[in-house]
């Protein structure tokens, strides 16, 4: 079992959202929680490896379980809205500990239109009760 937070980030009205370049698929910020480590540390720990800024708070808004039972794993991602100290930029980076990713802004409009990973983020998104969200890798 592998336990990660996922970072839920709002500005101007656009989601910040993590990608491969040239890939359409899109998913939030975020990592693995280090053994010995709360998961409200780790979600404001990564915040600031992945966008060079410091978070100022975080709050529990959802919970993602994840299986990927061709590969025998499973995943429990503790989705965190989090607040920053200073705007981002509005333009698209490379995720600063994973070169290899890019941050990019995703609309709020498009959410419901694009594939990005997890699924119940609007819900997360709109204050209230705790979403929890349950998918499956299917081959």
């Excluded at 995720?95 to 609309?107: F, I, K, M, S, Y």
Aim: with cysteine; aromatic share 8%.
């Amino acid at each position: 079992m592998q336990v990660r937070v996922h970072l839920l980030y709002v500005q101007g009205g656009h989601l910040l959202t993590n990608t491969v370049p040239g890939s359409d698929f899109w998913f939030l910020p975020g990592g693995t929680v280090a053994l010995n480590e709360d998961s409200h540390t780790a979600a404001l720990r990564e915040f600031r490896e992945e966008t060079g800024v410091e978070a100022t708070s975080a709050r529990l808004v959802g919970i993602s379980e994840g299986f990927d039972r061709q590969k025998k794993q499973q995943q429990l991602g503790l989705c965190y809205r989090v607040e920053a100290a200073q705007p981002l930029p509005q333009h698209s980076y490379p995720v600063q500990d994973h070169a290899e990713l890019e941050l990019q802004w995703v609309p709020l409009s498009e959410m419901d239109t694009r594939p990005v990973h997890p699924r119940e983020l609007g819900r997360m998104l709109a204050e209230g009760p705790v979403v929890h969200d349950v998918w499956e890798v299917r081959p």
